[in-house]
């Protein structure tokens, strides 16, 4: 069992959408700062900053070789949870943004039928 | 099971009724033309849905830029009530992308009457059983507040 001061750096770490994207990309492969920082809209001493709050969670571990610094992920349970949420949190995000642009389309859909039919009244 | 804390809640209001949302997630015409990330296309002929208690609705998810994978969506519905709740365990198999196991998660969505003919969706997700089985006390726990923080935002 992790002790209270680990569990609260955990959760800090945790709490930051940005660090759970980290997370959830290093699910898939280690991955260097540039790499880390290419997808997302903030600088690389910003994620550095991320990577740093992660590592004292002891949520990743970062090797050095030569100039490449890559984090990796550390296995615990609580970290496979935060990716696993953070996975169907974004495939919500997406799919919700797509409901609102379809459900928009099929009622202007409708509207434009709806103009049709009344059109020749509105002309006599 | 339905009476723990689930994970993921997500609230949301849609610009459209109640009925018209609700055949969003229930009409395979529909369904096939908002779900899931942009670039992935849902056969039509691959579509099965019998929308009721006990029913079931079924899908497979193929993504033109990585025609390796192939995602199969099986729902088993286990509490239906039209226009207002579908309930079910979501199975997820077949070739995924890499990272993520094949897996079976408690789904719940709510649909509720917003003013203005506008609708809200309320959607509750839980952990897959592997994950799950993780959670002694403490890190349900954890789970808690971890949930908390993330629904805070």
Redesign the interface.
């Known amino acids: 069992m992790a002790g209270t001061d680990q569990l609260s750096a955990v959760f800090s770490a945790l709490a930051d959408p940005t660090r759970r994207g980290i997370l959830a990309e290093l699910a898939t492969r280690d991955a260097t700062v540039t790499e880390l920082t290419a997808p997302l809209s903030i600088s690389m001493p910003a994620v550095s900053r991320h990577l740093k709050v992660l590592e004292r969670a002891e949520l990743i571990s970062r090797s050095r070789s030569g100039k490449w610094r890559a984090s990796r992920l550390e296995a615990a349970p609580l970290r496979e949870a935060a990716v696993w949420i953070e996975r169907y949190r974004r495939f919500w995000d997406s799919s919700l943004s797509r409901l609102d642009a379809h459900l928009a389309a099929v009622q202007a859909a409708a509207r434009a039928t709806d103009r049709m039919a009344g059109d020749p009244k509105e002309l006599a | 099971m339905k009476t723990e804390t689930p994970?993921?809640v997500?609230t949301?209001v849609?610009?459209?009724p109640r009925e018209?949302?609700y055949r969003?997630f229930t009409d395979p015409d529909?369904l096939a033309?908002?779900?899931?990330?942009?670039g992935n296309t849902i056969p039509r002929d691959e579509m099965e849905f019998d929308v009721r208690p006990g029913g079931f609705q079924r899908w497979t998810e193929v993504f033109a830029a990585q025609p390796e994978l192939r995602v199969h969506i099986h729902v088993d519905l286990t509490d239906v009530v039209d226009g207002e709740l579908l309930e079910g365990v979501f199975h997820v198999s077949g070739r995924l992308p890499?990272?993520?196991e094949p897996h079976a998660?408690r789904l719940r969505v709510e649909f509720y009457d917003e003013a203005d003919g506008r609708t809200r969706?309320e959607?509750r997700?839980w952990?897959?059983e592997h994950?799950a089985h993780?959670?002694e006390e403490?890190?349900r726990q954890?789970?808690t507040?971890?949930d908390a923080?993330?629904i805070e935002?």
């Open positions: 994970q993921i997500i949301r849609c610009d459209a018209l949302v969003a529909h033309s908002w779900w899931g990330p942009i890499e990272g993520i998660t969706l959607i997700q952990f897959p994950l993780h959670a403490g890190w954890a789970f507040k971890l923080l993330i935002r």
